[in-house]
């Protein structure tokens, strides 16, 4: 007997081996092998097929060989990530992880990640899902689960070089969710990576939430503001100004002054790595079609950001107010202001000044503000010279004359009364009706004197308001009645003369009428009336006694 044994070269292993009766010769043909043994019989050898080949490894735990064979005979990808999935499930089993993780990693992209992750989420095992995320994301097929899940394994096993080499590695190819890293890099409390996350890929809100929220950091996130192009800066002003007012307010006043006059982008250095986003001024401002343009936002949209710091919104207002561009709301807000300190300042000389600068802007015939709402707030802060100088701006006499009545400013009503009396002539009796009811004799004196002038009541209705009074006396009118009568009786005495006067006129007329109806009337009349010339004739003559030339 021999033995005969057939080797797979290329694999390095045993195919086929089996005694037979004393050989004489091997030979092979049609892709077989032949064998002749003494006995004269012919033996036929015939290659299984690959499956077959593949089970019975598979059932000897020969994975590594059952590999190897696969690629030899050009077996199909899916197969061999099925051997791969196999020999991983094998190693798992057998407890060795680090070896079956390896096996999962080249199936990655055909096998389900959630089948290999499920095996390894005990905390014994972070390494190796660890290492299954790593390579996960390096082939690109990480989803945002995958992402937070690596940063978590991470931040677990406290790797802050592994961290530092997925998140903080230049040039390094992106294939992870940002924001989903930053999410978790910031719930972990590794705001550094997150800042440099947000700062690389241009994350403007959260870069800005990171240093306001967590490193509490805000004169750098004003910096950062100040870098960006004028419509982020703007946006970003709006959102978190607020919170930087109340913590920064001198840097954060500055910067709302600039974005509301001329804003460009500063050129301070910084530790931002994009560019793209760092306004170059020479490349934007540099060109002449941007060169003129002048970004400018509007402080209406700021003013909510002082809401605790009058003092601060008193400055960027008063740095704004400009007659042709501000708006209502801007004199408004700072009218209210100016009303504010007035009321609460303390110093002679402060007030005195504060007071002066309302009435500036009151009297400036450009200002914007709205009257109706100044006159509001002048009312409610008690301010007598803005109450008193709109009332006159809008013509409002009446309330000018009750302001001061009721003040009981017995001085003002007159001078009021003097003022606009010209105007509104009702003035003087609305003053005799509160004069009527005080002991001011003098001033109700001069009241009367003025409706006596200008005739603008009846004596009745005088003596019926003076009547109503619980302090006057019937000598405060005494002398007004008299001189009223006295001028009564001079009028019905000119009357009487201009009626006898006029009866004596009509009778003459009559008589003359009835002269000419009865008697001739000669004409004895040398000249012309009108040239003054010898009359000729032919003549015309008038009963009145003027003749004149026909011509």
């Known amino acids: ?151 978590n394994c991470y931040t677990k096993l406290k790797d802050n070089n592994k961290l530092d080499e997925f998140i903080m590695t230049k040039d390094r190819e992106v294939d992870f969710d940002v924001e989903i890293a930053m999410k978790v890099c910031r719930q972990a409390g590794y705001y550094t990576h997150a800042l440099y996350l947000a700062q690389k890929h241009e994350q403007h809100d959260w870069y800005l939430k990171i240093q306001l929220e967590d490193h509490k950091d805000y004169n750098k996130a004003l910096d950062y503001i100040a870098k960006l192009d004028f419509y982020q800066a703007e946006e970003n002003m709006k959102r978190y100004g607020k919170i930087l007012m109340s913590q920064v307010p001198e840097p954060t006043t500055e910067l709302l002054k600039k974005l509301c006059t001329d804003y460009k982008p500063s050129n301070a250095e910084g530790t931002f790595c994009s560019s793209t986003f760092l306004v170059d001024q020479n490349s934007l401002y540099g060109s002449g079609v941007v060169d003129n343009e002048i970004n400018k936002s509007s402080p209406e949209e700021f003013i909510h950001i002082f809401v605790n710091n009058s003092k601060k919104l008193m400055e960027f207002l008063e740095m704004k107010v400009e007659p042709r561009s501000s708006s209502a709301l801007v004199y408004n807000t700072l009218l209210e202001l100016y009303l ?75 001078k009021t009364c003097e003022r606009f009396g010209n105007y509104d002539p009702m003035l003087w009796v609305q003053a005799l009706w509160f004069f009527s009811q005080t002991t001011e004799d003098k001033f109700l004196m001069s009241v009367l004197s003025q409706i006596e002038k200008k005739k603008l009541l009846p004596p009745i209705m005088v003596v019926n308001i003076m009547s109503r009074s619980h302090t006057a006396t019937l000598a405060a009118i005494k002398d007004y009645l008299i001189r009223y009568l006295q001028q009564e009786n001079d009028r019905i005495s000119e009357n009487e003369r201009l009626i006898r006067q006029y009866r004596e006129e009509t009778q003459k007329l009559r008589n003359q009428m009835e002269e000419m109806r009865t008697n001739a009337r000669i004409f004895q009349v040398s000249k012309c009336s009108g040239c003054s010339h010898q009359l000729e004739l032919p003549s015309v003559h008038f009963l009145c006694g003027h003749s004149y030339h026909q011509q």
């Open 340 to 414: 504010h300190n007035y009321n609460h300042e303390t110093d002679e000389s402060n007030k005195k000044e504060c007071e002066q600068k309302i009435m500036d802007m009151l009297s400036n015939p450009e200002a914007r503000y709205h009257v109706d709402q100044a006159l509001v707030l002048c009312q409610m802060n008690s301010f007598k010279p803005g109450i008193l100088h709109l009332y006159e701006k809008e013509k409002l006499y009446q309330q000018i004359l009750a302001y001061h009545i009721e003040h009981k400013d017995y001085e003002n009503v007159i």
């Open 1 to 151: 007997m021999n033995i005969v044994t057939v080797y797979d070269i290329q694999n390095k292993f045993i195919a086929y081996s089996a005694p037979m009766p004393g050989v004489v010769d091997v030979f092979s043909e049609w892709g077989t092998l032949y064998i002749l043994a003494h006995d004269g019989k012919l033996y036929n050898l015939q290659e299984k097929d690959t499956q077959s080949k593949l089970d019975m490894l598979f059932k000897k735990n020969q994975y590594v060989l059952a590999i190897s064979l696969a690629k030899s005979q050009q077996y199909d990808e899916d197969g061999l990530i099925d051997i791969f999935r196999q020999y991983g499930d094998h190693l798992y089993c057998k407890g060795d992880h680090d070896g079956a993780i390896t096996q999962y990693i080249k199936t990655i992209g055909k096998l389900e990640a959630s089948y290999v992750i499920r095996k390894f989420l005990d905390a014994q095992r972070i390494h190796n899902l660890t290492a299954y995320l790593q390579a996960l994301h390096k082939k690109g097929l990480a989803t945002e689960d995958h992402t937070t899940l690596l940063l």
